[in-house]
């Protein structure tokens, strides 16, 4: 039987495509344009996007387990519902689904209300379900390199709770963990949440401070002030998103994400190896 990953030519979906070939898995994905793909032969590619019921069907026509990654995006939450109608509509009880931390308590925050929706939905549909919950992407302060060489200025408003970010490959490692996990088994096992976090729980400040070391000159937090933050993303995405933006960092600010004891301690049994770090993750910017 076949696993299908949704959001394939992400940058979450992509690694998930490379670590299930890795293991050697019979892998579909499903996307917009076939032509951006670039898989491998051996990755069946289906056209199509999450609203569009037909090709959805299509593409789950012999696939036992199902990787679920839809993107921040003003109808969110009705991809993922309708994705998990017809997933159940095709017989597909095997589900990895790719939520957000603690997405139980932010309820402010659209993209994280939206996918609790979906949490709850395969909880109360009786999926056998593995809900992954990463903080923040590690991979995301590639759109703001510039503006800390240029500037000088770190300009995320992170805060002084602390964050545990992750790196978007050991998501993707994980995921296809349980891809696996999950599609070889005998039966349907029960539903699971794991949080995806870094091996650092990072302040603002430390982060700044990992900046500076990597490049040799000082590197400032630019504070906690969330309107420059939602100012500046409104200039290259629609302004709704951007305020949604802010509403995360004010969830930055306020809450941080903190991981739970243990977390980092699963983690690293579960892959086998060390998490990726965000100075990792800087010292290849800065290289680049």
Same mark, same amino acid.
């Given at each position: 039987?076949t696993i299908l990953v ?6 979450v979906?992509?690694?998930?495509v490379?670590?299930?070939i890795n293991r050697n #898995?019979?892998?579909r994905?499903?996307?917009?344009d ?9 990755v069946?590619?289906?056209q199509g996007?999450?609203l ?18 839809? #993107?921040?995006?003003?109808?969110e939450?009705?991809?993922a ?5 017809? *997933?159940?509509?095709?017989g597909i009880e095997?589900?990895?689904y ?5 997405a139980?308590?932010a309820v402010?925050v659209?993209?994280f ?6 949490e709850?939905m395969?909880? +109360?549909l009786g999926?056998?379900a593995?809900?992954?919950r990463p ?5 995301n ?7 800390v ?5 770190y ?9 545990? @970010? ?23 096992l029960? @539903?699971?949440t ?11 400040e430390?982060i700044?401070?990992?900046w500076?070391?990597?490049l ?10 969330p ?5 500046? @993303?409104?200039?290259?995405?629609p302004?709704? @998103? *951007?305020?949604e933006?802010?509403?995360?960092a004010?969830?930055?600010v ?5 991981? +739970?004891?243990g977390?980092?301690?699963r983690l690293?049994a579960l ?5 990726h ?5 800087v010292?290849?910017?800065? #290289?680049a």
């Amino acid at each position: 039987m076949t696993i299908l990953v949704t959001g394939a030519t992400g940058r979450v979906g992509r690694h998930v495509v490379e670590q299930l070939i890795n293991r050697n #898995a019979d892998v579909r994905v499903l996307t917009r344009d076939p032509a951006k793909a670039n898989f491998p032969a051996s990755v069946d590619v289906a056209q199509g996007d999450l609203l569009d019921i037909d090709s959805v069907r299509k593409a789950f026509a012999g696939v036992r387990t199902l990787f679920l990654l839809n #993107a921040v995006s003003g109808d969110e939450f009705t991809q993922a519902i309708i994705t998990l109608n017809l *997933a159940r509509e095709a017989g597909i009880e095997r589900v990895v689904y790719l939520s957000v931390f603690e997405a139980d308590d932010a309820v402010d925050v659209p993209h994280f209300a939206v996918k609790y929706g979906a949490e709850r939905m395969l909880e +109360k549909l009786g999926f056998g379900a593995t809900i992954l919950r990463p903080a923040y992407f590690i991979d995301n302060d590639a759109m703001v390199k510039d503006v800390v060489v240029q500037h000088g200025v770190y300009p995320i408003p992170i805060g002084s709770q602390g964050i545990g @970010m992750v790196d978007a490959r050991d998501v993707a490692e994980v995921a296809a963990i349980e891809l696996i996990r999950r599609d070889t088994a005998p039966g349907n096992l029960p @539903m699971e949440t794991i949080n995806l976090v870094g091996p650092d729980t990072l302040t603002g400040e430390d982060i700044a401070a990992i900046w500076s070391d990597v490049l040799g000159r000082p590197i400032v937090y630019g504070g906690d002030d969330p309107s420059g933050f939602e100012q500046n @993303m409104g200039r290259f995405m629609p302004r709704w @998103m *951007a305020y949604e933006m802010r509403l995360m960092a004010e969830r930055y600010v306020s809450h941080g994400m903190i991981p +739970k004891p243990g977390d980092v301690t699963r983690l690293t049994a579960l892959l086998g190896r060390p998490l990726h770090s965000y100075r990792e993750a800087v010292n290849a910017l800065a #290289a680049a």
